[in-house]
């Protein structure tokens, strides 16, 4: 079963920072782009971040260009966001896929309060 799971949300204080893990089991995420996006409650689902499969190419949203960062760690079969000087506006369950046809992950909170 092809499966990706997330893990590392919580709930961090403005400014504060928080790493998320998307880790593969079934398959192989060398050589496959991946993508995190995040979702709010009555919004659609948006795009964050992905990284390239070919040449390791980054893209984000201008919204969080210069705080979060997308990696990937080949021999643990997983991506990472690291997500710094986090705002409320970053509140969402995110979710990594994989391009262009999936898995979805079953998401993680991300909560950012004071």
């Known amino acids: 079963q092809l499966q990706l799971v997330e893990s590392g949300g919580g709930l961090v204080q403005p400014g504060g920072s928080l790493r998320l893990s998307c880790t593969a089991s079934g398959f192989t995420l060398t050589g496959n782009s991946v993508a995190w996006f995040r979702q709010v409650p009555g919004k659609e689902r948006e795009g964050v971040s992905c990284?390239?499969?070919?040449?390791?190419?980054?893209d984000y949203v201008d919204s969080v260009k210069g705080r979060f960062t997308i990696s990937r760690d080949n021999a643990k079969n997983t991506v990472y966001l690291q997500m710094n000087s986090l705002k409320a506006e970053d509140t969402a369950v995110y979710y990594c896929?994989?391009?262009?046809?999936?898995?979805w992950g079953q998401g993680t909170q991300v909560t950012v309060s004071s």
């Open positions: 990284i390239n499969s070919s040449d390791g190419s980054t």
């Open positions: 896929y994989r391009l262009p046809s999936g898995p």
